[in-house]
């Protein structure tokens, strides 16, 4: 009996030791995500809160909640808005490279295409008939 229970720690502990190592192997955070929508992330660096706005307000521009996978919003409800860009995402499917921003307005937050943004506080966000404004806010 003795040996029958020595025997099983034994081989435990040698089936743990082979094991444990294998699966735990490390893996940069970049190459561990895999979008559903088959963009994989090869890139990604966090902003200090670099202010951008809309290109043309009254252009369709999707707020993804990931980006590539889920539509979350639109930047043409948010004319006025300033984003401040906390992430960047390059993502890569095949040949092809597309660069995303995680954006956090006062309104809402999500990920953006960087073609649909440019660089610098949004010049009609002083208008004081602002529809984004909340009574709060003034």
Do not use: C
Not at 91 to 102: I, N, T
Request: net charge positive; glycine share 8%.
């Amino acid at each position: 009996m003795k040996k029958r229970i020595l025997l099983t720690i034994i081989l435990s502990v040698f089936v743990i030791g082979i094991v444990l190592p294998v699966t735990t192997m490390p893996v940069s955070a970049q190459q561990r995500i895999v979008l559903k929508s088959g963009w994989k992330v090869i890139k990604g660096r966090a902003y200090p809160g670099v202010p951008y706005h809309t290109k043309n307000p009254k252009k369709s521009a999707i707020l993804w909640k990931i980006p590539t996978v889920s539509k979350h919003s639109n930047l043409n409800k948010y004319p006025y808005e300033t984003w401040n860009v906390v992430d960047v995402w390059v993502l890569q499917k095949g040949s092809k490279k597309r660069v995303y921003y995680q954006v956090d307005g006062q309104h809402n937050t999500g990920w953006v295409w960087r073609g649909y943004l440019t660089k610098g506080h949004n010049p009609n966000e002083s208008k004081g008939n602002n529809p984004n404004q909340l009574p709060e806010d003034n």
